[in-house]
């Protein structure tokens, strides 16, 4: 990898203590990166302002609410050991306890719970453990030139331009494109970085092996240590504030940020942005514009609007082809909504029906996919419990569905029409529970999430629609998170996040420094031969 430091930025600041930097969003690219330039930069704490427009940090790593009134978690990033800048990260971050750092809680964390699954796949009511793959030579074929062949080959095409029909009905695709979140017409690119990205991981694909998660929600696991570490170091954060414009100093080709206009409480300010000072901000949002359900209320859909990241991004980009094209990922709602659930259980007789159907325990088996499904829904139940401080006898679900405008099998609304006991009726047919739904019904609070990017991420994109961290011309800026430019990695992690926040001070500030390179297990013999038998079906 090149030097972090790039040729159209200052470089060095001379002394740290006279920079101030400003981090537009509160998600974890931004938390990361004022980790970073506190222990890699020597900035100090009280220098760093975040501002975020919701009321509360941490992005798509959320988790609220109580026992009495349901929790919800819009989703889970799926964590595996590979992801080196995540583990670089943590390593530094105590835990909430402060008895070891993040990192070693959850790598120990992960030998005590390995996740095996013994269900990945329900019909009928019947589990099916280890599923094959079900792929034809041309299928495999297909994805062997996939990871061979250049990006810019592929274009803006669609991994149906790449596949035939009978592709998307194998159960490596049920299990791929749920594991992942993955729609038949988003982009072959980024499937085909997934598979080289993820290629050690293929052979374990039908239990899930290798998948790792956190003791608790991340949430509570990964964004409380962060902001108790922040916090420490008298780092600002102003919530409630929607940065609506930035203000730039342009000439001869040189770009600099000389203010930030936001809006808090209906009132607009501005912050100027010295000489010495730094901007790094959030592109665009997964989870902006999310709204809720609750047992008898659908969630409703929501747009661009109603919240800033994306207009945020619409208007810096205007006239500033180097700053990307939003409207590439925004405007195609239809191609990348989804619903999640999370359901709050009072009573015992779903988690027992469900233990005993899978083979799993909690936080074992991870993600259970319905594939006859017309939401082609999933569940998973983590080890419980799964919130600090949830109370024993209560436990928490997570599920989502892909084809949220089809009608249910057993309920014949489509899901984005659904409340959240209607969904868990769903799930329940498909789980083949009858003499025991009213039960679970009245002892559940299930609350569905719209979320109209939650894939935008994935959608069909050209060179150039992700800008590059570091534009052409910027001085004293960057861009990070999920809708940035990095080669080999893939977007919709959490380790994409941080590898964009690190990448982005080290050149800020003229480190001599680079994030730990991506895994490259395409290049390892052992990991392209069993990768090779798994898309065969052959014995290990």
Known sequence: ???ATPSNTQ????????????????GVASLAAAVFLIRDGDIPGCNITILEELDTIGGSLDGSGSAEAGYVLRG????ESKYLCTFDLFSSIPTLDDTKTVTQETFAWNETMKTSSKSRLVRDGKRQTAPKFGLSEAHILTIERLALEPEGMLGATMISDQFDA??????FWFMWCTTFAFQPWHSAVEFKRYLVRFAHMVDGFDRLSGIMRTVYNQYDSMVRPLQKWLQAREVKVELNTRVTDL???ERQGEMRVKGIVYDRAGKSGEIAVGDQDLVLLTLGSMTEASSLGAMDKAPKLLTKTDGGAWTLWEKLAADRPEFGRPEVFADHINESKWIS???????????RIVNELTGNVPGEGGLVTFPDSAWLASIVIPHQPHFIGQPDGVSVLWGYGLSVDKPGDFVKKSMSAC???EIMTEVMGHLRITAEAAKILSTSICIPCMMPFITSQFLRREKGDRPQITPKGSQNFAF??????MPDDVVFTVEYSIRSAQTAVYALLGLKLEPPAVYQGKFDPKVLYRAFRALHDAPA
């Not at 470089?11 to 509160?26: E, M, N, Q, W, Y």
């Not at 889970?76 to 964590?79: A, Y």
Request: proline share 4%.
């Open 166 to 171: 009978a592709f998307f009905k194998t159960d």
């Open 341 to 351: 659930f999370t359901t709050t259980m009072h009573d015992p007789t779903f988690l």
């Open 419 to 421: 409340t959240g006991a």
């Open 247 to 249: 203000e730039f100093d």
């Open 1 to 3: 990898m090149a030097q």
């Open 76 to 79: 889970g990033r799926m964590l």
């Open 11 to 26: 470089g060095v600041r001379s002394d740290p203590a006279k920079t101030k930097v400003f981090l537009i969003g509160g």
């Open 480 to 485: 990070i998170g999920q809708f940035c430019e």
